[in-house]
C-alpha cells in the first residue's frame, strides 16, 4: 500500500469485467501506458489464449512485467467477482522508487516466484528459441558507477568454457558482465547469451533458493560480482541500479515465460 499509494485513488471493476487483455500494447501518443496493479478486494482470474491459468487475490500484484518494460501483455486479467485496484504506470513507479528504491526487492520477488511456479509447471526449459542477448541490459554509465564503487576486488575473470555457476547451486553472489560473453542453460540447454551490461545470478539472492541456471563463460570474460550484503544495499540506496535490475529480472521473467 505505501508504495502503489503513488498510482492514485483505487479504481472498481465488475464481475466479468477484463482489466487488460492479451496482446494489448500501449500506446504513447494517446497516453495509454502498461500499468500494474495491486488487487485491494475481490478476486481477479489470469488468462492465456482464453484458458484459465492463474488467479489474483486481494493483496496480490499482477501486471507488472508489461508496465516496467512497457511492452505487449502476455496474458488477460478479468475481474471473477467485483473488484478493486490501485494502478501503478512505468513513470509513477520510477517516481515511487525514488522515495522507496528497495521496493525494487518486493517486485522482483513477486516475478521471481512467478517464473519459478511457471518453470516447474513446465517441467524446466523448452528446446528451441535461444536469446543471442539479454534485451535489458545495464546502461553503460551505471556498470562503470558500479565498477568504480565496487572496486577491482570485485572483478573476476574466466576463461572460455569455465563454469561460473552450476544450476541447483546455493546462490551467494549475483554477475554483470563487464567485457566478453556467457551462456546461461537450464537443463543443459542454453536458453540465454549475455554480453557487457548483462545480469545474472539476482535471482538466487532474492529469494535464497537453488540457482534456476547455470552459467559458462563462452568467451573470455570479466565479470563484477556482488555479494548478498552489497546487492540490499545497492537497491536500496540506487533508483538506478533497482531500476535496471527490475527491468532485468522483468525481462528475463517474461522472456522464459512466453518460452
Do not use: W
Not at 500500500?1 to 492514485?8: A, D, H, Y
Not at 482464453?50 to 496474458?75: D, H, L, W
Amino acid at each position: 500500500m505505501e508504495f502503489f499509494r503513488f498510482g492514485g485513488k483505487p479504481k472498481s471493476f465488475a464481475r466479468g469485467e477484463r482489466i487488460f487483455g492479451e496482446n494489448q500494447k500501449p500506446i504513447p501518443f494517446l497516453l495509454l501506458r502498461q500499468r500494474m496493479y495491486l488487487l485491494l478486494d475481490g478476486e481477479v482470474g489470469i488468462q492465456l489464449h482464453n484458458k484459465p491459468i492463474g488467479t489474483v487475490r486481494q493483496g496480490e500484484v499482477f501486471g507488472e512485467m508489461a508496465s516496467i518494460n512497457q511492452g505487449p501483455r502476455s496474458a488477460t486479467a478479468v475481474a471473477r467477482t467485483a473488484c478493486r485496484v490501485i494502478a501503478l504506470d512505468d513513470q509513477q513507479l520510477q517516481a515511487a522508487l525514488g522515495k522507496k528504491p528497495e521496493f525494487a526487492l518486493m517486485l522482483m520477488g513477486v516475478m521471481i516466484a512467478r517464473l519459478r511456479e511457471n518453470m516447474s509447471r513446465a517441467g524446466g526449459a523448452s528446446a528451441g528459441m535461444v536469446k543471442s542477448t539479454q534485451a535489458a541490459p545495464l546502461p553503460k554509465s551505471l556498470v562503470a558507477d558500479l565498477s568504480r564503487v565496487l572496486g577491482s576486488e570485485s572483478r573476476s575473470s574466466y576463461e572460455s568454457g569455465q563454469n561460473i555457476v552450476r544450476e541447483g547451486q546455493t546462490g551467494v553472489l549475483m554477475y554483470v558482465v563487464l567485457y566478453g560473453r556467457v551462456a546461461i542453460s537450464v537443463g543443459g540447454k542454453v536458453v540465454e547469451r549475455l554480453g557487457p551490461g548483462g545480469v545474472f545470478g539476482e535471482i538466487a539472492l532474492i529469494d535464497h533458493a537453488p540457482r534456476l541456471a547455470s552459467v559458462v563463460a563462452e568467451t573470455a570474460c570479466t565479470l563484477l560480482a556482488i555479494d548478498r550484503h552489497g546487492f540490499l544495499n545497492l537497491v536500496k540506496k540506487s533508483r538506478r541500479f533497482a531500476a535496471g535490475l527490475l527491468a532485468a529480472v522483468s525481462e528475463r521473467a517474461r522472456y522464459m515465460t512466453a518460452r
